[in-house]
């Protein structure tokens, strides 16, 4: 059995509620200036500023050692990604902006995707299919289900296309500490590690990398940078979600209604 995660309170719930939000916001915010010619460095400083003017802290910076407020991920990046001047967004383009807030002591951790000019119609395949197996996932949760039921129905979904699933990374816990248990996999497993029986006040993430191709991942140099072994591309999409005693509660739902592209700005 994986780590038992003590279910959160009305009170830390509503404080979830607000980060979740408040990320939500943030991706909503991006969405007009993600477009060609712009950098990844550029969207990187407006998420900076928008999350301290809004009394919050971006999470990424210096966890770990990150050295940006946010992760970029382009084409073949599967996650993880440094925003850089040297990113150049040009038609063609898949791109996945993680973004995670602190605010009052919570996280809020969610992504999606963006298509920039011209994305080939396999490519816009592939960001679909990855929507479609993140709430695949989230709409097995509820009070009583187990956390490995996600990595089984994404699988049921993902498996007959034809794509790669990671699996070296995963969804995960999330309140105070950005990443806790449970471990939450995007794959089908009966291992025992993977299993926990969710309950009212869990929250965690749901964050499905789906690859055009082999499901291995390689990580760069800079130690970050994680991209596809065949350098075949990548999309992920994530929300931070609350088992609530009627299902599930998405706590970081776009308030303007971009759930996948095409975004209607
Ligand atoms: N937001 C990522 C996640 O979904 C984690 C990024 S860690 C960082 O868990 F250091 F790269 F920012
Ligand atoms: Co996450
Ligand atoms: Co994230």
Redesign the pocket.
Known sequence: MAMKQKPKNNVELNKMRAAGRLAAELLDYLTPFVKEGETTEKLNELAHNFTIEHGAVP??LN??G?PKSI?TSINEVV??GIPSEKDVLKSGDILNI???VILDGFHG?T?RMFLIGDVSDEHKKLVQDTYESMMVGINTVKSGSDVKDIGNAIEAFIKPKGYGIVQEYCG?GIGKV??SDPMVVHYATDHPSYSMKLRKGHTF?V?PMINMGQAGTELMDDE?TVKTVDRKFSAQF?HTIAVTDEGVEILTESPKGYHCPPYNV
């Open positions: 999470a990424p966890y770990r990150f992760c996650c993880h993680d973004v995670t951790d992504s995960h950005f990443h993430t964050e970050w994530e």
